[in-house]
């Protein structure tokens, strides 16, 4: 299948998750932009070569959120909260606020793709992780903000739910795709930046929420994860 044309601007690009998308894209050969907070962050991530990739801003500003969009084609949004941290910003600013934002800004800018990490469970608000700041609450809202800018005709969307995400090696791992939130499990956060920058192009992530873990607990190498797409 025929990878991505265009260019992406990968939101949350210096974060655990955003900087393996960022590797991903660029195994790929697809142009990216970094949307960041620290430039010195994402020079010492990538190396000097991306300086003239970097977007700096925040989701928190309208101004620096609609700069970012401009001449861009697709978005992967890796952006998330920091639950534990109290002087952070509450996640009802970055993972419901943060992710509207970007996403009105762009569906106006004519980007057309916007694949959003979020997180399995948001549909379920007993979980313990909504005691921080009712984060997947705000994660679902966040979500349910994108659905309705990009369902419309001419647009798309990707939302993906991973489970627990570990710090494992690069490489591919058995997944198991699933829709109706529930499943529960864990997965590489390597898996989750492949899978993110295939639903740029897969004909089956077009418009579809889903959640991802890893199928068993074996290291068996995929050639690739598209093929996971096909249950959907």
Known sequence: MKPFEGTVLVAGATGRTGRLVVERLQARGIEFRLFVRSGVKAVEQFGPEVVDRLVIGSVLSDKEVEAAVQHIDAIICAIGGEVTNPEAPPPSVIDRD????????????????????????????????????????????????LRELYGEAGFRYTVLRPGGLIDGPPFMHELKFDKGDRITGTIDRSDVAEVAVISLWHPKAVNQTFELIRANNDEALQSSLEPFFEGL
């Open 98 to 145: 943060g992710v509207i934002r970007l996403a009105t800004a762009a569906k106006a800018a004519g980007v057309t793709t916007f694949v959003l990490v979020s997180s399995l469970a948001v549909t379920h608000p007993d979980h313990p992780l909504n005691k921080y700041g009712r984060v997947l609450d705000m994660k679902l809202a966040g979500e349910d903000g």
